[in-house]
């Protein structure tokens, strides 16, 4: 080594130890970390993509599928979960969820989101305000209850769905969110989901799986035309979906650095890959590629890679997002009519089955790299950088994730069912739930 | 030749397209409607302004026929779109003096 | 006190001290504040976030609740008017409102937004560019225009409401701004206003309410059915409403730090506070809950949460909506209804109202600590915290408002009645004003 | 000079000194520049921003201007152009524009993305990770060729469109956005072009008028009515476009600082004055003042600025706007009717021509002070600051942009034409692409 | 029985339905159209290309009376829609030669 | 007097429109319908759901005519709507025995 290198290093070890001491001191004077404000300005930016992913987002990729007199009462959903998740977020689920209590649910420090100043900052992100953790973390919870709407729209009343979503959202959302984020045992077992495979996407597909059965089909199912009636609007839909989620899976690395960065550009290459692939399945198969194919593929692909996004590379988001594109096509067209349940738009067929594929190739691409971190100095590598047994670990999540889901969202669709009813009566579902649950008409 | 008009629910379209076929009519012209009648609509209230919604989505089924099948064309429309249920809808018969076929210009019988 | 203990605080000092040396030489260095990254980064996505508010966000809201003849004039006023004020704001708007000059009205410095360069900043917004701070104020300019509007749908002559709203714009918008967030008396006075309940809402709402007074009520009314033609237009410019306020409300706090992401957290709260709140009224009420209900509701939140944001915390937040979306409900339907005035889509029953709930109840709910500055080293307390005087002060600033803009938007009215007109003739409010004012249809 | 000054000026360049040492010795120890967190959330937002432009911006700014049997395929050219264009960009696009190579073409030391790191940055833009900018420039080669779909719309064949836009982005996009931006001869020889005047909207442009007198004139045109059928949809669009514009140019200076700033105001500011001078020209001409109008307007000045922004002051940016505006509606209207050609929703006149005023008006507006660098310490000056060569330069940019995007899009056409046939059939045209294409209709 | 057809301008419509409804009218379908006539449209222009709107939009009133009703439908119905500007609209009437009320079966009169 | 029903493709309006101009037509009225006929239309799937769209857009076009009109107004239309392509559609003609025009009050061929 020479001389020259030798002082290069040793300079370069006394310039590390500056910005240290120096951070350290303001630790001390602060005795607490301090916000970076460029992390800040990406997470508030995020909070409001991914807000706009359920409204209007999932609002009008939903509102568009159903039949013209459903329109309303479909965009009513989201708008409406939206509402009543914020608030009982507030009162009480983030707090369950997001703070410190035991490896199965979080404790009560922040009922009512009580204890919050300008400065408090969590320890699972601690560059930024806690109020903007909170508020972006409320974001997702939003996001999973709507997508189950998908799965019951046509026919649900909305009295019964405000009901079941408020205990979905407190006995299945928030334990399942803090046993993989917030300190809880899948987390700590190495299950990995970067931005919600697990919490968000099989979740709401499993739970939406379930609410079909407990339904039953739509009047005319296989009868009448029942096709979509207007698809600009589920175009829209997808679209600001897809920008959303720039927010969603970006935003899940809590800071505006190369993580961040990876997390963002893989997302673009799966979803555009998804897209195609469905388009061309759909090509061949169907002899034309249709609208409400490639935007259902642009939406598989965005769910596979939000578990993988912050792990994986370019070239393995690639591969997840055509084996998500050819699945979910495959499972919203010949699956569904296998088995012979009617979710009406599908949120099992993409959300499940994509949320599903993409956690399981998360064991597969994931690049230890990515994932160095104080607490993990080695990162977590997958299947092809020689660590099968990541494989097993997401296999135990997302088994213990379509468990709980599906048994819990089974007894509680029971329960709402037995105080309110569930389903519509003929009439209302004959002449369109806009005007008879809302008294309201798109002209 | 007759036309047969009739007004039924919307979601009753495709069965009364299907009975029609059975009869071997080979074509019929639909547009959609707004119906007033016994049956009465909802209250639309936008921010306090109410609007009795008096006018309710039908269907109207226009269909000419030679007059031999007008009688059983009407039969199978009532069979078809019958619910039991107020606001089935009506069917009208109105005589047709001539029809042609635009493409072909074959007139009367043959024009349907 | 133990040693340690002072030995910790002494090293906490001394610690502190060096950033703060470091600042300040580098302030002498350069000789003016420097620009912070972050916080420009969320200021520019603020402006864009603001801007979204009124195309599409306002544009879709009003285009969706007219009838279908109206549908394009009424999306043409949002945009014409944001072209309109952007100009006029470069021209002389901006200077007069936020460049230093009298307790009444601004300077003249900044005419033609001259002077400015990469690295100028406002005094008013030192960490940032003053081209961002000038163009994220223009786009509130924008949007208090285009919400006066709503209150002469289906009725203004195109060309009177371009000349109204260019007087407006520069004999009301800029002096209120200036007033209260310029440098102006009613700042000066104490008055808590953090993102316009009083500079846009209850302005832009007395404005509109005035403005129906005198062009009378739409033809038809209470007798033809003008119920809204397509509410699905209506819910995706609420949603990008509240979306876009995040750039609203926590763009006020103009960086990305602790207090924006506060008054991010009430504006959620709020907003999903009051549109359950409106919902559940009207479920009540009327028997049934309407989407029109629950996105007005939404807006009445966000509306009254704007003063409040970045000086009330979550709890204050939710009572704000509640208040909020139940008074809104009551004044656009109610009170509406009983004295009789035609405020077509209820600019002054929403803005107006929503706007005064909110200014009081910051007055009611404001904490300290969260406007702690160098100004103010003790932060402004509301009645809750034991200053009762802050609600008399912001009664005083609701009053100043609203009769400035009363009296000075009906005599502009008069005037450009008596140079245009202000109404369009019978057969044009028959046909449809998309036809005869702009020669085009929805077809 | 005083005592006090002089140590005051001491104290600075002390000062500054300061932070040169730790930055110094910061890159010494990590060995590459550093990552900056707030110019990092910025361009993380710009991504989402111009993606938002094409999807779902274009998508509904095109739907809403055709007629309704073809709103679907519309919406679908831009959302499967988003999908195509993301993966041959991450195969090979970015690559060839954006890395190392020739004057004329890149290297290949990025294809399928490869070696990208979470701290790997490009000399091109180094505060930022490479995978940011790698896909914020995909998002711009993505929405350059969803531009041309516009000149070619109700009447080309979707799989032939998809084959010509891989041809198109490899063979035209990628080779010109290197010459002007990717360390090229048209940069070296001083072409100012900040976020893509030449690169995106001449390009783009010319490319649409060779295929819309490749493909020939649309059934029916001049004789059977092709009015728009929702501009309602091609509001929302241009509103989006504006919106995500923000990206685009403030985007271009690749950080959150001044120069964002600076162009984030010019950019609105042409915008609307833009909108305004094509709408008042319309008023004067036609006697009424459209909607189709003024959202061309605007989007003519936002075209017409790209190039300028980041090198031009407010004033600038007014007249650069106001001639825009003018110039694009005389081309959209008049020029179009003389010359003959059917370039169905004028791509050509507002881009091409916009493209074109921009990049010209760049040359005489530009301000040195602007774009000073550590490469160029005095920055480039315009016409007005005299320096007449600028324009010069500025018109070989043009030219050389025009005859390379002109005969290479013809050459491609014709190959494509060869293979697959451009048009559809007359069945097609006549029924809709809608439902013959893509097996779907709007109900 | 008789169908009296009326096209009229649509913001008659609730004058019309409620003119009907005192005369004991019980049922009308009504559907949008576009009408052509004397009353002339405006011209659109979209970007240089001009389309005279010839089509304005009318709402065509279809309602089935027995024979006595129609000379009195047919006079409220210009009543209500009159307002003595160019393009007030028309009223037809023919003839209906059975009509079948789908609910019951009823026919001819007892079906209206 | 005569009403001309026709149904004819979408894209045809306006040539029938000045064709029936040219006879001295001052009026008539238009609807957008579906129609359902020989031409066969397109089957659409929807994420594994077919649905076959046996119905078209057509357009129906109405004209009420004085008798001796009506013969070159069915020929009018009849050539100005021909494609010589399947499902170019149909004219119908119905007997009409009352016209008034609710402006003036006018009736029959002063209606018109
Ligand atoms: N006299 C009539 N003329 C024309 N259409 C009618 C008439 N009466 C009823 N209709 C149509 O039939 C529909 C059903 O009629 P309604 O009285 O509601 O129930 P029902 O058919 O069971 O008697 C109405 O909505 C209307 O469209
Ligand atoms: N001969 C006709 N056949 C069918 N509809 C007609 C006829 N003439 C007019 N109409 C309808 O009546 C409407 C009004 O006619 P128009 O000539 O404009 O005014 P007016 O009713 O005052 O004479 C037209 O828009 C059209 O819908
Ligand atoms: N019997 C009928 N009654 C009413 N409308 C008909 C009838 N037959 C056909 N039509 C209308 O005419 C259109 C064209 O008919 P079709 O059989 O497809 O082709 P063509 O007119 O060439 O024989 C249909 O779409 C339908 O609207």
Known sequence: ?443 | MKMIMAIIKPFKLDEVREALTTLGIQGLTVSEVKGFGRQKGQTEIYRGAEYSVSFLPKVKIEVVVTDDLAESVIEGIQKAANTGRIGDGKIFMIDISAAVRIRTGETNADAL
């Open chain 1, 1 to 443: 080594m020479s001389v020259a290198t030798l002082l290069n290093r040793l300079a370069g070890v006394l310039a590390g130890f500056v910005p240290v001491l120096l951070a350290g001191a303001a630790a001390l004077a602060a005795d607490k970390p301090a916000i970076d404000h460029g992390d800040t300005a990406w997470m508030l930016a995020s909070t409001a993509l991914v807000l706009m992913m359920t409204i209007p987002g999932v609002a009008l990729f939903y509102g568009g599928m159903v039949r013209k007199m459903n329109v309303l009462a479909t965009v009513m959903q989201s708008f409406a979960i939206t509402c009543l998740v914020s608030v009982l977020w507030m009162v009480i689920g983030y707090t369950l969820a997001f703070t410190e209590g035991s490896p199965v649910i979080g404790g009560l420090t922040r009922v009512f989101m009580r204890g919050l100043d300008l400065t408090t900052t969590s320890s699972l992100a601690p560059t930024i305000p806690e109020t903007v953790y909170a508020i972006y973390q409320m974001t997702f919870a939003i996001i999973t209850c709507a997508l189950i709407c998908g799965a019951v729209a046509d026919r649900m009343r909305f009295s019964a769905l405000l009901l079941f979503i408020s205990f979905w959202l407190i006995l299945v959302y928030v334990p399942i969110a803090h046993w993989v984020w917030g300190g809880g045992f899948l987390g700590a077992a190495g299950v990995l989901d970067f931005a919600g495979g697990t919490v968000v996407h099989i979740n709401a597909g499993v739970a939406g799986l379930v609410a079909a059965l407990v339904l039953g089909k739509r009047r005319g199912y296989k009868v009448e035309n029942l096709a979509p009636h207007n698809l600009v609007l589920s175009v829209v839909g997808a679209s600001l979906l897809w920008v959303g989620w720039f927010g969603f899976n970006a935003g899940s690395a809590v800071a505006a650095d190369g993580r961040a960065g990876m997390a963002m550009a893989v997302t673009q290459i799966a979803t555009a890959a998804a897209a195609l692939a469905w388009m061309f399945s759909e090509w061949m198969v169907q002899s034309k590629p249709s609208v409400l194919g490639i935007i259902s593929g642009a939406v598989a692909g965005l769910v596979a890679i939000t578990p993988a996004s912050g792990f994986v590379a370019p070239g393995g988001a690639l591969v997840i997002g055509l084996v998500a594109g050819v699945l979910c096509f495959w499972a919203s067209t010949s699956l569904k009519n296998a088995l012979g349940y009617d979710d009406s738009l599908d949120a099992f067929g993409v959300h499940g089955i994509g949320g599903i594929v993409g956690a399981l190739l998360t064991g597969v691409f994931a690049v230890a790299a990515f994932s160095v971190s104080a607490d993990s100095p080695e990162g977590t590598a997958g299947l092809l950088e020689g660590n099968p047994r990541q494989v097993l670990t997401q296999l135990i999540g997302i088994g213990v994730t379509v468990v709980y889901t599906g048994v819990v969202s089974l007894i509680l669709l029971k329960i709402v069912d037995a105080i309110l009813g569930l389903r519509v009566d003929q009439e209302t579902e004959r002449e369109g739930l806009d005007l008879r649950l809302h008294g309201e008409t798109v002209h």
